[in-house]
Structure formats: structure tokens, C-alpha cells
């Protein structure tokens, strides 16, 4: 399989504690991005790596949160000292910039639920 | 602020009939894409449209993009069970930087056999 993979598919967390997601993107790909989706809503930006430098963020990204992508190959979202406002639905995407139309592909997601 | 609109929210209509669904927006947009979302997985890209007044089809799916690139639609034929889901649309703007690729909050489709 050549998708996007993320891991876990889903969480369960008490308010306060910290969690990790992991995405694997397309292994050609040189852009990842991480969005948040909630309930009823299209997915909305995080953040996003061009190989291993994190180029922007969303101001939706508070301190809590801090994303990774090392090698340039996998990325890690951490959020710390969750809320129950951060329920939602992590996704991961990936892309190869050849300078023209892009086109993120998804990964399967991470569902989060803070209790 | 730009925003996608999509219409209408929720779409619920028996097998076999034809419907459209639709994204509009004041901003112009360098390309549009189409996604699909199952629930509890990530969107799943359907098509991407680029030139203004842009056709495209996929089997019983046909989009189209505007000629000002503000807008899009999409329509399906004989409409089955499987194409329930969550159509999304996201447009990116030219030049624009990755905050800028804007997703709508998508049409919910329910297909009843």
C-alpha cells in the first residue's frame, strides 16, 4: 500500500494528558500537512512541512500543540495537556510541489476523543 | 475572509435519480478539487479542475468548474447507494500558500436503495 498512513486510527484520552499521532505520507511526496476536522465541518489547515522545514501555521495551532517531520519522511502531531475542545478528527496529507497544480492526497485520519 | 460554500448541506434522495451539488465562492481560485469522505476515514480525492469552464467526468460524476473560477458543481446520474458521503470541495489560489488551500464544509449525500 502507497497511501497515506496515519496511526492510531483512533484515541481515547482523559483531559489533561498528551498524545501523539504519527503519519506516514506517500513516500515520493515532499509536502505533509497536518488539518483538524470536526463534526459537520470541512478539514481545517494546521500546519505543513516542506521536506523536514515546518514552513507555516495556523493560528488555530496553540502552544500545546507542536508537530515533527525529522528525516522529511514521517511526521508526529503531539498535543499536550489535552482538552476536551480537541476532540476532533486529525488529518494527515501529502503532495509532491513540482511547481504546478497540487494535489494533497489524505490519509485515513485519527479520530481523538478527550473525555 | 474567503470562504467555499457548498449547497445544500444535506442531500438525501432515492437510487437511481440524478442530483448537483454546489461550491461557490467570491474569490477566484487557480484550481478546485473534489473529495469524497466516508465516515470515520480521511477524503479521497475525485477530480481536479483547473481551467475556467473546465468539464470533467468520472463514470456517472460530472464537474464542472467556472468560467470566472469562483465556482463549481458537481452533478451525478443515476444515483446509487454508493455514492453516499460527504462531498468536499477546496481551492487553492494562485501563488497561494498552503493556509490558503480553503476546503467547504461539504454536502452530506444519503442515497436511499
Known amino acids: 500500500d502507497t497511501g497515506v498512513s496515519q496511526d492510531p486510527r483512533h484515541k481515547i484520552t482523559k483531559r489533561g494528558q498528551n498524545v501523539t499521532f504519527r503519519c506516514d505520507p506517500i513516500s515520493e511526496h515532499n509536502r505533509l500537512y497536518w488539518y483538524r476536522q470536526t463534526l459537520g465541518q470541512g478539514p481545517e489547515f494546521l500546519t505543513y512541512f516542506q521536506n523536514e522545514a515546518q514552513l507555516e501555521k495556523s493560528r488555530l495551532l496553540s502552544d500545546r500543540f507542536s508537530a515533527e517531520r525529522p528525516k522529511g519522511s514521517f511526521s508526529t502531531l503531539e498535543i499536550q495537556r489535552t482538552e476536551q475542545g480537541d476532540s476532533a478528527m486529525y488529518l494527515c496529507?501529502?503532495?509532491?510541489?513540482?511547481?504546478?497544480?497540487?494535489?494533497?492526497?489524505f490519509g485515513p485520519g485519527t479520530r481523538l476523543l478527550v473525555l | 475572509t474567503q470562504l467555499l460554500e457548498q449547497s445544500p448541506q444535506f442531500l438525501s434522495i432515492q437510487e437511481g435519480e440524478n442530483l448537483t451539488v454546489y461550491c461557490n465562492s467570491s474569490s477566484v481560485f487557480s484550481s478546485l478539487q473534489w473529495y469524497r469522505q466516508e465516515p470515520g476515514e480521511g477524503p479521497v480525492l475525485l477530480v481536479t479542475?483547473?481551467?475556467?469552464?473546465e468539464v470533467k467526468k468520472l463514470k456517472r460524476l460530472t464537474f464542472q468548474f467556472g468560467d470566472a473560477r469562483k465556482d463549481s458543481s458537481l452533478h451525478i446520474t443515476a444515483a446509487q447507494p454508493g455514492d453516499t458521503g460527504l462531498y468536499l470541495c477546496?481551492?487553492?489560489?494562485?501563488?497561494?500558500?498552503?493556509?490558503?488551500?480553503?476546503f467547504g464544509s461539504g454536502t452530506r449525500l444519503s442515497i436511499r436503495p
Open positions: 477546496a481551492g487553492a489560489q494562485e501563488y497561494s500558500s498552503a493556509s490558503k488551500i480553503i
Open positions: 479542475v483547473v481551467t475556467g469552464g
Open positions: 496529507a501529502s503532495s509532491q510541489d513540482r511547481g504546478g497544480v497540487e494535489t494533497q492526497y
